[in-house]
C-alpha cells in the first residue's frame, strides 16, 4: 500500500519502523515504541482474556499427571587392556538422547505391554505420541562419567498410563544395553578373528613372494666387514661394489702411470731439442733407468720401476733387459768379449729373451740410429739407447691408454651391476619389514583376542532402577497453556491494533503535514476536554467554552494560539491585514480556531475584525452566542452599511460580523466587487482582519474569497484530515495562485509535542500557576456545531 505520490515524483511507502527510527520523514511510518506505548491498556486487557482463556481451556481438559523415576546407568569396571574398551563400545554419554528414540520407544511399545495400553495403540502414531510426552533428563553426572543418574518422566491424563510407559521405557533400555553389549561382543570378536586369518594369508603371501624374489635375484656376496679407528664396523659391501672400488683403483693407477712416462718423454724432447751431449743424454737415460727419477727440468718423477711399466710383467722384463744390455756395454768395453763376465750377462739377456717369446712379448729393438752421432760407448756397439729408451717409452703409453679403455668399460659395467645390486638390497629390505610388521601386527592380535576372551564379560553398561515410579500432578500443561493463550491474546490485540494503524491513511505527524501541504507549520494545538464546570461558566458570561483563550489564558491550549500569534505577526509583511482561516473538510475545527486567533490577536492590543463568510454553514454567532441575523450577507447584497453589522464582543478590541441568513447562491455573493469595496474601507479601520471561510475542498467559496485577502491559513485536524485532503487542498491552492501563509496542526496529543518542539508539559508549571479560570480541564477546539456536549476534539 502506498501513499499519494509527492510533488519530486517519488512514491511515499508505508514501512515498519522499530523503536522510532525513520529513514525518510516524508514516508507514513509507525513509531512502534509509542504505538506499543499507546497500547499499553488494550495490550493489557488481551493478556487478561488471553490467560482467562487458558485457564478455562485447562479446567476443561482435566487435570494432567506425572509419572517418573530415576535409574542409575553404570558403567562396568573392565580388566585393564592396551586398547580398552572405547575401542570396543565407545563411551556412551548419550543415555538422555537415546532412551528418546524410536529404537528404544518401540521396543516398549511391542515387548513391554504398551500396545495393548488403548490411549496409545488407537493413536494415528503410537510411537510419535508416547515421544512427545516423554521427558529424560540427566539428574547427576556427565557425558563422559562412568555414572550417570537419569530422569524418566512422562505426562498422561491417566494414572495408570503414566506409571506403565515410565516402567516399559525403563525397561526397555535394561534390554537395550543388554542386547548391544552381547551384539558388539559376537561382531568384535568376529572381526578380530577374521582380521587374525587375513593377516596370516597376507604373511604367507608376502613370504612365498619373497623367495620368488630371492630365487630371481642374482648371488650378492657381502665383504667382510671393516672396524674403523673407533671401533666401530663399517657397512658391509658386496661383490659389485668391491670390484668397481678396484677398477676405479686400477683407474688411478694407470693415470699416474701415463702421467709419469709422459713427463719423461716430455723432458726427454726437451733436452734433445736443446742438442745435448750424447754422454749426457745416456747419462740420463742410466740414472732414469736405475733410480726411476726423469732429471732434467728441475722436476722429478714418480718411482722408476712404475714410470716405464706397462703391465706389471713387461715392464719389468724391459727394465731388466735394458739394465742388462747397459751392462754388457759397459764389460765389453773394460774386460772384452772373452771374459767370463760378458758371457754370464750375456746368457742373462738371452734368458730374458726367452721369457719374451714364452709370454708372447715384444722386447724392446736396440737398433743403430744411423744419424746420430758415433760418439758414445753404446753407437760403438751398434747401439742406439736413447731411441730405444724413448721407444720403449712410446709403446708403454699406448699400451696404457689401451688399458685406460678397457678399464673405463669395466668400470662403466660395474657401476651398473652395483646399482643394480644396490637396488635390489632396498627391494629386500622392504619386503624383510612388511613381513616383520605383519607378523608384529598378528602377535599384537594375538595378545587383543587374548585379553578379550578375559574382560568381555565385565564390559558394557548396566542399569538400575533406583527409585519407584511416582505419581504428581503436573503445572507444564496449566504453565502452557495459559502462558499460550496469554501470548496469543497480546498478539492478537497487537495485530489487529497495528494493521488498523497500517492501512489509517490520516495525518499522524508534523512532518506528514509539511510535506502533504508545502507549507510551514505556524502551530499546533492540542485538545482538550469541556468540562461540566466550563460549561457552566460559558452559560454565564455568553461565550462559547470552546473558547478557552478567554476563559483559560494560562493553560496550554492559550499558550499554543500566542506562539501562533506570533507566527503569523512575522508571516505577515507590511501593509497586510486580511487573513483568511480555511481547512480541507468540514470538521478540521477552522471556526474555533479562527475565533480564538482572533481573541489573541485582539488581547494582543491590536484591533481586529472576525468576519463569518462561511455562508452555508455559519459557526461564528454560536460561538459568541449572538444573532445570525444582519451579516455579511446582507453587507454583499447591498442592504445595509458594514459598520451597521459589526458587533462588538465582550473582549476588549475584538470586533464580530456574523454570516447573517445564508443566501441560496452563496458563491455569487462572494464573488461581487462588494467584498473588495468593504475589506479595503475595514482596512482602515481595524489592524487586522480574520475572515472565516468554508472547506476549500467542499465548495469554490474559500478560492473565491482568497482572491481578496493577503493569504491563507489551512487547518488540519490531527488523525481526522487525511493524506489525500490535505494533497488536494495544496494542489488547489496552487492551481489558483493563492498564497498559504502557513498550516496548524489542531487537536494533536499532548504526547505529540515534543516531536515538533511544542512541549507545552515541560512548562506547564510555568504559566499554570496564572491560569485565571477555576476549570481545570481542558476544552475541546472542535466546531461547535459539531462536538458532542461534554467532550470535544475527539
Known sequence: MTSPEPSNGQVAEFDFAPLGFHKNPTEHRIDITRFLFSLWKPLAIGLFLGLLAGVCLYLYSGPVYSASTQVLVSKKATVPAGNGEANRYGE??????????????????????????????????????????????????????????????????????AKAVVQAMVESYRDYLKDTR????????????????????????????????????????????????????????????????????????????????????????????????????????????????SGGGGGTGSGGGAAVAGP????????????????????????????????NVRRQIQTLLDFYVRQGLRAPELTLDAKAPVSSRSASLGIDLITVYKETLEGQLKELEIDNQNLTMLHDDAEKKAKQAEMFQVEDQRRKDTIAQKKQQRERLFDQIAEYDISREQEGYRLQQISR???????????????????????????????????????????????????????????????????????????????????????????????????????????QKVIQISSPEPGDGKSTTAANLAIAVAQSGKKTLLVDCDLRRPTQHQLFQVDQELGITDVLL????????????????????????????????LSTEVLSEFLRQAKSEFDVIILDTPPILAVSD???????????????????????????????LQSHGIRILGVIANDFNIEQSNEAGYDYNTFGAYYGAKEQSNVKSRASSKPADERPPIKMGV
Open 702 to 732: 474559500p478560492c473565491i474569497v482568497a482572491q481578496k485577502t493577503d493569504g491563507m491559513v489551512a487547518v488540519l485536524r490531527m488523525q481526522k484530515t487525511k493524506r489525500a485532503s490535505a494533497k488536494r487542498m495544496a494542489e488547489t
Open 312 to 343: 706389471p710383467e713387461k715392464a719389468q722384463l724391459d727394465q731388466q733387459l735394458l739394465t742388462a744390455r747397459l751392462l754388457e756395454e759397459r764389460l765389453l768395453h773394460t774386460l772384452g768379449e772373452d771374459h767370463t763376465q760378458v758371457r
Open 638 to 669: 447591498g442592504e445595509v452599511n458594514w459598520e451597521t453589522t459589526v458587533r462588538r464582543t465582550p473582549i476588549e478590541g475584538l470586533s464580530l460580523m456574523t454570516a447573517g441568513l445564508c443566501p441560496e447562491n452563496p458563491a455569487e455573493v
Open 469 to 575: 515410579v511416582r505419581l504428581e500432578r503436573s503445572l507444564k500443561p496449566v504453565i502452557k497453556m495459559v502462558g499460550t493463550c496469554g501470548v496469543l491474546g497480546l498478539v492478537i490485540v497487537f495485530c489487529l491494533a497495528y494493521f488498523r494503524e497500517w492501512y489509517d491513511t490520516s495525518i499522524r505527524s508534523f512532518d506528514e503535514i509539511r510535506f502533504q501541504t508545502g507549507g510551514s507549520l505556524l502551530g499546533a494545538i492540542p485538545s482538550f476536554k469541556v468540562s461540566p464546570d466550563a460549561l457552566r461558566i460559558a452559560a454565564e458570561s455568553g461565550v462559547s467554552a470552546s473558547l478557552c483563550y478567554f476563559h483559560r489564558p494560562g493553560s496550554h491550549e492559550a499558550e499554543a494560539y500566542r506562539s501562533l500569534r506570533t507566527t503569523l505577526f512575522f508571516s505577515l509583511q507590511g501593509g
Open 92 to 161: 556412551r554419554g548419550d543415555h538422555v538422547q537415546l532412551i528418546k528414540t524410536d529404537l528404544i520407544v518401540e521396543r516398549a511399545f511391542k515387548d513391554h505391554g504398551l500396545d495393548k495400553i488403548p490411549e496409545i495403540a488407537n493413536s494415528y502414531d503410537p510411537l510419535k505420541s508416547i515421544t512427545e510426552d516423554l521427558s529424560v533428563s540427566r539428574s547427576a553426572g556427565q557425558e563422559s562419567s562412568f555414572d550417570n543418574v537419569l530422569t524418566i518422566s512422562y505426562l498422561s491424563p491417566k494414572k495408570e498410563v
Open 182 to 293: 552381547d551384539e558388539n561382543a559376537k561382531a568384535l570378536y568376529g572381526t578380530l578373528l577374521e582380521r587374525q586369518k587375513q593377516l596370516g594369508e597376507e604373511i604367507l603371501a608376502e613370504e612365498t613372494d619373497y623367495h620368488q624374489f630371492r630365487n630371481n635375484a642374482p648371488v650378492l656376496l657381502k665383504a667382510s666387514p671393516v672396524v674403523s679407528i673407533n671401533g666401530m664396523p663399517a657397512p658391509a659391501q658386496n661383490q659389485y661394489e668391491v670390484e668397481l672400488a678396484s677398477i676405479e683403483s686400477a683407474q688411478n693407477e694407470n693415470l699416474r702411470k701415463r702421467s709419469s712416462i709422459q713427463a719423461r718423454l716430455t723432458t726427454l724432447d726437451r733436452k734433445l731439442q736443446e742438442n745435448a751431449s750424447r754422454e749426457v743424454l745416456e747419462f740420463w737415460v742410466m740414472h732414469s733407468l736405475s733410480t726411476g727419477t
